[in-house]
């Protein structure tokens, strides 16, 4: 277990709709990076956010958003969403700005 | 595009034996390279990792060797062992980026009694 949780584990919606994935990072640690894990892109970096502000963006859709609050807890939010978006979202944090990440279970999206 | 090209695909080793994996990079910013390890269901979780000031890096059963000049390193696992069966990724990074990881598209590994 790395410390790391991730809310909720499955995710069943419809083509259209909008979601919130919720991460909340291993105690003390203030950075949160999102992934997307999918069969034909692996393992892609999304976004960074480092105590509260965006720090590093990656490959992610200007229909995803994501946000850090006070408390650390980091919230991926994806609208319109397409059958492309199904994939596995992982949240991983590290103490700093760290290659050293600890990632959660993940959340399956599944778009219908 | 891929930042990191990683093979094989997969890989079948007998137990015991040495589970090789590569990967190659183009960015010379990288200066962060971890391999991360992923059973079924479960997250990535690190193994090693290896900065490009060191050609070597070893932790138990697990070396990562690194060549700066051929933008290349890899995975080596001594006595493979079935409970090594999963998915590897490597992966490269750099500071300026946050260290935000570029993985490889990874490699699963089958251990055979």
């Known amino acids: 277990d790395s410390g790391v949780t991730q809310t909720p584990k499955h995710l069943i919606t419809a083509t259209g709709q909008r979601v919130t994935l919720r991460c909340s990072p291993r105690s003390g640690d203030l950075s949160v990076y999102w992934y997307q894990q999918s069969l034909d892109q692996g393992l892609q970096f999304l976004i960074q956010?480092?105590?509260?502000?965006?720090?590093a963006k990656g490959n992610i859709l200007e229909r995803f958003s994501a946000q850090q609050f006070p408390d650390l807890h980091s919230e991926l939010n994806l609208s319109s969403l397409e059958l492309g978006d199904s994939a596995l979202y992982f949240c991983a944090s590290s103490p700093r700005t760290s290659g050293n990440q600890f990632f959660g279970p993940g959340t399956r999206l599944t778009v219908l | 595009q891929q930042q990191v090209k990683q093979s094989p695909q997969s890989l079948i080793v007998q137990k015991g034996g040495i589970s090789i994996i590569n990967c190659a990079y183009e960015?010379?910013?990288?200066?962060?390279f971890p391999w991360y390890q992923q059973f079924p269901g479960k997250g990535p979780a690190l193994l090693i990792a290896?900065?490009?000031?060191?050609s070597e890096k070893k932790e138990g059963r697990f070396t990562i060797s690194f060549n700066k000049s051929a933008k290349q390193f890899s995975l080596h696992i001594m006595d493979s062992q079935p409970g090594d069966s999963a998915t590897y990724f490597c992966a490269a990074a750099y500071s300026n980026s946050g260290y935000a990881l570029n993985f490889g598209k990874g490699t699963s590994l089958l251990v055979t009694p």
């Open positions: 290896i900065r490009p000031d060191v």
């Open positions: 956010y480092y105590n509260g502000e965006e720090r």
């Open positions: 960015n010379t910013a990288f200066d962060y």
